[in-house]
């Protein structure tokens, strides 16, 4: 299926990956009224980046201390279950096993054109 992208806390880091990435409801996607608990990914690195610059960054603050974000390459079976939206969003309404899951860097802040 190919490789997708989640953020979150490295205190949830253990839990992912003995259980996996859960579907459940956020603080963003009950900002968003979502109707059905998910795991939400990014479908390319470039997204994540305009994401912490932008509109996500802006509102995870209120949950996890920036500092203490980590990403995850999550590399889905092609057998794999998800729903595409919006251009650049992934969601699965299954639960996605640790095996799937790795920790990677952030990609690098592209510097302001002035």
């Known amino acids: 299926?190919?490789?997708?992208?989640?953020?979150?806390?490295k205190n949830n880091l253990d839990?992912?990956?003995e259980n996996g990435?859960?579907?459940?409801?956020?603080?963003l996607s009950d900002m968003m009224l979502?109707?059905?608990?998910a795991v939400?990914?990014?479908k390319e690195l470039e997204e994540v980046?305009?994401?912490m610059e932008n509109w996500f960054g802006t509102n995870i603050r209120y949950v996890y201390d920036?500092?203490?974000?980590i990403l995850l390459a999550v590399d889905l079976p092609d057998d794999a279950k998800i729903e595409e939206r919006?251009?650049?969003?992934?969601?699965?309404?299954?639960r996605i096993p640790g095996s799937c899951i790795s920790v990677i860097d952030f990609p690098e802040k592209q510097p302001e054109v002035t």
């Open 34 to 37: 979502e109707c059905a608990p």
């Open 40 to 42: 939400y990914l990014f």
């Open 49 to 51: 980046s305009y994401a």
């Open 15 to 17: 839990s992912i990956m």
């Open 21 to 27: 990435l859960v579907p459940q409801f956020g603080f």
């Open 66 to 69: 920036e500092k203490n974000l």
């Open 1 to 9: 299926m190919g490789r997708y992208y989640h953020i979150t806390s």
């Open 86 to 94: 919006f251009g650049w969003e992934a969601v699965s309404y299954r």
